[in-house]
């Protein structure tokens, strides 16, 4: 029991620090620089008290009373429709709807253009009013001329802009859950759903047919996961995923890879991804596998726990540049990426080249030392019933730590802009 209990606490861990960057990435996406308030939208919304970010394609916030209670959403115009341009600028719009999806009218969030057109717009009740009654629908499908909507006198080509732009987000996501592509298998998917069975096969068969097979299989590794595919986990993509959504429909191959790499090792103990798919671990050991022995180099116990400690300021970093929203590419911590070669950056090709230059000297190098990605699987993997709690799994919990900090801070700094209490 002390031993599931420790699991469930470590897969609690990547869960909550996955959830965190999520929800902060919604925030951020849906609210950029410029957050919207619930004090904009009362007039609409009487009881508007606090807004949440919706993690859907339409991108927008529900709109809540102060027992949390959903009233309405409200969407914007703004960055979406930033190529619709007026007299002078880009105008942020936001529409505000019902529980029943149907608009209760037009408000002016920001605008660039002329102060003096925008005030126009504003005062201008009978234009802010046209799309009042519609349904989200009906709106983004709406004919402006057929409907009468004008340009407002004096302020003509702002609020056609105004007017395009409502129409063009209100499209744009409705097109966007319409177009959600159904789940099927390409033969990639399949190739990968192959890999997975010969790895299971390599990580469970019988030894001698794993021993005898090895080297070929990691050769294939190497060539097809590696070079041809390029399907491989890394901090970019699992980031990716936790801000942006997981693939469920797109890449169903890989995202069973990943969901294998991390629920095997932790339900059976054996390092699933790391010693078997992965073919950055295989071009290690294949390295090795050449090495003439004089050439190998034997580190003292001070240095080995000196260089064990990167993997883990790694995943930190990572995690700041996930939650802050750094402008700062992952895919050149890790040397994942090098495989795709027309595409791999300098850090990434220097990465991977300085740890196969390492693996010559000291057996996989890299995997020990310096990756970040094996650090989080090995993380979550099993260690049987002498498994205690221990000095990571102390860090781990002050990563969560971090997290809900960053998490709490970027929603303070939100509610401090909206006057919420």
Same mark, same amino acid.
């Given at each position: ?13 990547v869960v909550a620090i996955a959830w965190l960057i999520?929800?902060?990435?919604? &925030? ?109 629908d009906a709106a983004a499908a709406l004919d402006l ?42 033969? &990639? ?22 021993? &005898? ?100 300021? $790694? ?33 990434? $090709? ?72």
């Open positions: 029991m002390k031993s599931l209990a420790l699991q469930i606490y470590r897969f609690a861990v999520r929800d902060v990435a919604v &925030r951020q996406r849906v609210q950029g620089d410029s957050p919207v308030v619930a004090g904009e939208i009362v007039s609409l919304l009487p009881e508007a008290f606090a807004l949440r970010p919706d993690d859907s394609a339409r991108d927008g916030l529900f709109v809540l009373n102060r027992a949390g209670r959903e009233l309405g959403y409200v969407v914007r115009t703004q960055p979406a429709c930033r190529d619709i341009i007026g007299y002078a600028g880009t105008t942020d719009a936001l529409v505000v709807l019902d529980r029943d999806w149907k608009i209760l009218g037009l408000k002016i969030h920001a605008s660039e253009d002329t102060t003096s057109y925008v005030n126009d717009i504003a005062l201008d009740r009978r234009f802010l009013k046209k799309w009042n009654g519609l349904t989200w001329k057929a409907a009468g909507i004008e340009g407002v006198s004096g302020a003509t080509m702002t609020s056609m802009a105004i007017a395009q732009s409502v129409k063009a987000r209100l499209q744009l996501s409705r097109d966007q859950l319409a177009a959600r592509v159904p789940l099927r298998l390409a033969a &990639r998917d399949v190739a990968l759903l192959v890999v997975l069975a010969a790895a299971g096969i390599m990580a469970f068969g019988r030894a001698e047919w794993r021993q &005898r097979w090895k080297r070929p299989y990691q050769i294939a590794l190497l060539v097809y996961v590696g070079f041809i595919a390029g399907d491989l986990i890394a901090q970019k993509m699992l980031i990716g995923w936790a801000r942006g959504g997981v693939p469920w429909t797109s890449a169903p191959g890989l995202l069973l890879l990943t969901a294998a790499a991390l629920v095997v090792p932790w339900a059976s103990g054996k390092p699933f991804y790391c010693h078997h798919i992965c073919p950055h671990g295989a071009a290690q050991e294949l390295i090795s596998q050449i090495r003439p022995k004089r050439f190998q180099v034997t580190l003292s116990a001070d240095v080995i726990r000196g260089l064990e400690i990167l993997p883990g300021a $790694l995943l930190f970093f990572t995690l700041v540049v996930a939650m802050v929203a750094l402008p700062f590419d992952l895919a050149g911590l890790e040397p994942f990426a090098a495989y795709v070669i027309r595409s791999a950056g300098v850090a990434t $090709l220097a990465v991977a080249g300085i740890g196969l230059v390492a693996a010559f000297f000291v057996p996989q190098a890299y995997c020990r030392f310096g990756c970040p990605t094996g650090a989080l699987l090995n993380f979550v993997r099993t260690r049987g019933a002498t498994d205690s709690f221990s000095r990571r799994d102390a860090v781990a919990l002050g990563l969560v730590v971090l997290a809900f900090v960053l998490n709490v801070n970027q929603l303070a700094a939100l509610h401090w802009i909206q006057g919420v209490p």
